[in-house]
């Protein structure tokens, strides 16, 4: 069975980046045909895809995101790792780490960490 968990800080103060690390178990992040993506959930809205890193080490970002964010991982530790720099009380949410197929579907996801950006 695949895992994935999120971990990182609750809580951020504005201006600072937000550092989140997702620690996959049972499958290496480096498998062909997997691609690890990182996603959002803001209150009262919907899924916000971020971004993600193909098993081979390209990354693609959301274009609303790209200039603030980055993606990079830890193979050593089967681990792939959000950064997020100059967050706002907008970029609070429940953020997700999840692995995608070839046909774009998520199949394992993590159980999101709370994420509130406040002073």
């Known amino acids: 069975q695949v895992q994935l968990q999120e971990s990182g800080p609750g809580l951020v103060k504005p201006s600072e980046t937000l550092f989140l690390t997702c620690t996959v178990?049972?499958?290496s992040i480096?498998?062909?045909?997997?691609?690890?993506?990182?996603?959002?959930?803001?209150?009262?809205k919907g899924l916000e895809w971020i971004g993600y890193q193909?098993?081979?080490?390209?990354?693609?970002?959301?274009?609303?995101?790209?200039?603030r964010i980055a993606i990079s991982r830890d193979t050593s530790k089967n681990q792939f790792t959000l950064q997020l720099t100059s967050v706002t009380p907008e970029d609070t949410a429940v953020y997700y780490c999840a692995r995608q197929l070839s046909d774009w579907s998520l199949d394992y996801w993590g159980q999101g960490t709370q994420v509130t950006v406040s002073s």
């Not at 691609?35 to 803001?42: A, G, L």
């Not at 193909?54 to 200039?67: D, E, H, I, N, R």
């Open 30 to 44: 480096t498998t062909s045909g997997y691609v690890w993506v990182w996603i959002r959930q803001s209150p009262g």
């Open 54 to 67: 193909a098993s081979f080490g390209v990354t693609v970002y959301s274009p609303s995101l790209k200039s």
């Open 25 to 27: 178990s049972n499958v």
